[in-house]
């Protein structure tokens, strides 16, 4: 069936440091690929997403690419800031683009 | 615009009584997902709605669980009886075609 795995977090890093969280996929067909942003006491909330192997989603600094040889969807920031600190999902969606199956979230920290 | 409105954002409640959780989607979705939270399993999809139409309900844990859409505009879960293992956050989540899931804040329900 269908997974997602992350990254074991917690990841601790200071401000201005580049983060990666690997994300990994089993799927059948060409799935849609999220990231999702949680922040403490909030619902999810939409980060980035890409429908489509070789597709680069972007938002507020934070970039993922489908890569569908390596069934990869690694979340990539060049300068994190404290306000970035919050727990991550990968995600990834049926050909209907109906029900997400989530990874186990990675939780971020950053320090000033 | 408002987003994902869930009721109540927090339900403490005893072993055995019923509870029943809300959620009313953005205006003009037609899918609507319910989800639970828990640090051991993570977050489940446990049922979603096309249409007011139950889709998939595999993932509503046993029989206490069952859940409504009357109309475009609302829905209800309900535990009965609850048990303290039901304890966890329960998100809401609706999209339209073509577009990711917007998550409503949650419902922390804490089962004594």
Redo the contacts between chains.
């Keep these: 069936g269908n997974s997602v795995t992350q990254m074991e977090g917690p990841v601790t890093l200071s401000e201005e440091a580049f983060l990666t969280i690997n994300c990994t996929y089993t799927a059948t067909g060409y799935p849609s690929l999220f990231w999702y942003v949680q922040y403490p006491g909030e619902g999810l909330q939409l980060l980035l997403k890409a429908t489509k192997a070789d597709d680069k989603g972007s938002n507020k600094g934070f970039e993922a690419t489908y890569r569908k040889e390596t069934t990869s969807f690694h979340l990539e920031k060049g300068s994190v800031q404290v306000s970035d600190s919050a727990v991550y999902f990968c995600a990834l969606a049926n050909q209907a683009g109906t029900a997400l199956i989530f990874g186990k979230g990675t939780t971020l920290s950053v320090s000033s | 615009d408002a987003g994902?409105i869930q009721s109540p954002r927090h339900e403490v409640t005893e072993m055995g009584q019923e509870v029943t959780l809300r959620c009313k989607p953005i205006s003009g979705h037609n899918?609507l997902?319910w989800y639970r939270q828990t640090m051991m399993r993570?977050?489940e999809?446990l049922i979603?709605f096309?249409n007011n139409v139950p889709?998939?309900d595999s993932g509503m844990p046993e029989d206490r669980f069952s859940a409504k859409m009357p109309n475009a505009s609302f829905s209800t879960l309900k535990i009965q009886p609850s048990e303290p293992r039901d304890s966890a956050v329960y998100?809401c989540?609706s999209?339209t075609?073509?577009s990711?899931?917007?998550?409503?804040?949650?419902t922390r329900l804490t089962v004594l």
């Design positions: 994902v899918s997902f993570g977050l999809l979603y096309n889709i998939d998100f989540a999209r075609s073509g990711g899931q917007f998550f409503g804040p949650g």
